[in-house]
């Protein structure tokens, strides 16, 4: 069984021109990333799929693996079908999409979330989450939030308050409440197959793609871990993170 991450990163973003790029403690973020995904230990390969040349040189800089893609696609997903489809076939088991803006990911965590489909054959795709206990938190639009059913399959993902407690929220949070954590395994039939598909109504209303997957009918095993990510949006974000190394160390 093989299981190869990608890491998606495109040069443009409207609000942090050149994020991969970005000094973290003295390495570019994308550098971070690397080594966190690398570090896991069912991960057998790691490749950066970016749109920019800059970014593939500083990635071959420190020893890393990059692939040119095209500059034209439209979310990571595109751009980690298009190095599916170069590889051989039946090469690999498992594909996972690690985040390029999320330099603190707790490398077991991509374990917990690989585990799922090395394990069973009838999971197609994985997730993280975390718990949510702060109100802020579950109110916040840009905090994606999950419900799963009994066997710990998604539900929904939306950026409201989910679930909804009609006779009042409990004051001290509920375990109900999950964070979802954008990391993602999938089966490589199951990557072309959402990539292959038109953007979906769900997933056009909430700015999801993950309910793209729903919406056809893919299942969408959500394994709950304790550690929180750090997504770096902004330079105020990155600061943030400085601020956690600096005081805890490479976390």
Same mark, same amino acid.
């Given at each position: 069984?093989?299981?190869?991450?990608?890491?998606?990163?495109?040069?443009?973003?409207?609000?942090?021109?050149?994020? #991969?790029?970005?000094? *973290?403690?003295?390495?570019?973020?994308?550098?971070?990333?690397?080594?966190?995904?690398?570090?896991?230990?069912?991960?057998?390969?790691?490749?950066?799929?970016? !749109?920019? @040349?800059?970014?593939?040189?500083?990635?071959?800089?420190?020893?890393?693996?990059?692939?040119? %893609?095209?500059?034209?696609?439209?979310?990571?997903? $595109?751009?980690?079908?298009?190095?599916?489809?170069?590889? =051989?076939?039946?090469?690999?088991?498992?594909?996972?999409?690690?985040?390029?803006? @999320?330099?603190?990911?707790? =490398?077991?965590? &991509? $374990?917990?979330?690989?585990?799922?489909?090395?394990?069973?054959?009838?999971?197609?795709?994985?997730?993280? /989450?975390?718990? &949510?206990?702060?109100? @802020?938190?579950?109110?916040?639009?840009? %905090?994606?939030?999950?419900?799963?059913?009994?066997?710990?399959?998604? *539900?929904?993902?939306?950026?409201? #308050?989910?679930? +909804? +407690?009609? !006779?009042?929220?409990?004051?001290?949070?509920?375990?109900?409440?999950?964070?979802?954590?954008?990391?993602?395994?999938?089966? #490589?039939? %199951?990557?072309?197959?959402?990539? /292959?598909?038109?953007?979906?109504?769900?997933?056009?209303?909430?700015?999801?793609?993950? *309910?793209?997957?729903?919406?056809?009918?893919?299942?969408?095993?959500?394994?709950?871990?304790?550690?929180? /990510?750090?997504?770096?949006? %902004?330079? @105020?974000?990155?600061?943030?993170?400085?601020?956690?190394?600096?005081?805890?160390?490479?976390?």
């Amino acid at each position: 069984m093989t299981v190869l991450a990608i890491i998606p990163a495109r040069f443009a973003s409207s609000r942090f021109p050149g994020k #991969p790029l970005a000094p *973290l403690s003295g390495r570019p973020m994308i550098h971070w990333v690397y080594e966190r995904a690398r570090a896991a230990r069912c991960v057998d390969d790691v490749i950066v799929a970016t !749109d920019d @040349e800059r970014i593939a040189d500083a990635v071959r800089g420190f020893g890393g693996r990059a692939v040119l %893609t095209s500059p034209r696609h439209r979310s990571g997903t $595109d751009r980690l079908a298009e190095v599916v489809r170069g590889l =051989p076939n039946g090469s690999v088991t498992a594909v996972v999409n690690v985040q390029g803006d @999320e330099p603190l990911l707790d =490398p077991l965590a &991509i $374990d917990r979330a690989v585990a799922p489909l090395l394990e069973d054959p009838a999971v197609e795709m994985a997730t993280l /989450s975390t718990p &949510i206990t702060r109100a @802020e938190v579950l109110d916040d639009p840009n %905090t994606v939030k999950v419900v799963t059913d009994a066997r710990g399959y998604a *539900l929904y993902f939306s950026r409201a #308050p989910i679930p +909804w +407690w009609r !006779d009042g929220r409990p004051a001290d949070g509920s375990p109900q409440a999950a964070k979802h954590i954008g990391l993602y395994v999938y089966r #490589p039939d %199951t990557l072309l197959r959402i990539a /292959s598909l038109a953007p979906t109504p769900l997933e056009t209303a909430e700015s999801l793609e993950q *309910l793209r997957a729903l919406e056809h009918g893919i299942r969408i095993k959500v394994v709950a871990v304790d550690h929180d /990510s750090i997504g770096i949006d %902004t330079p @105020e974000d990155l600061r943030r993170a400085e601020a956690l190394v600096a005081a805890q160390g490479d976390l």
